[in-house]
């Protein structure tokens, strides 16, 4: 592959803010990240052209978790193209 095909392949791609599902241990109590569940369980937040774009949005979402963002402090950027998102 040539630079000017990577130039492209990189223009065509894409990425996920993902979130991960959330369980809880008991029928009571706070919902926790199920950080451990394979990426196609994960939830797709937003989606973004450019990788910084995305890293600027999963770190302001970490900074403004609170109770009623569960899982945004464990979100990730993924490119569209990442093999773990197969059956998303």
């Known amino acids: 592959m040539n630079l000017r095909h990577t130039a492209v392949a990189l223009a065509l791609m894409g990425w996920y803010l993902m979130a991960p599902p959330q369980t809880r241990t008991w029928w009571v109590g706070p919902p926790r ?4 569940a394979p990426l196609t369980q994960w939830t797709n937040q937003q989606s973004f052209d450019k990788a910084d774009l995305c890293e600027t949005a999963r770190m302001a ?14 979100a990730v950027c993924v490119a569209t193209d990442d093999p773990r998102l197969k059956g998303i």
């Open 33 to 36: 990240s199920d950080i451990a």
């Open 61 to 74: 979402a970490q900074q403004n978790a609170g109770d009623f963002a569960v899982g945004s402090g464990h």
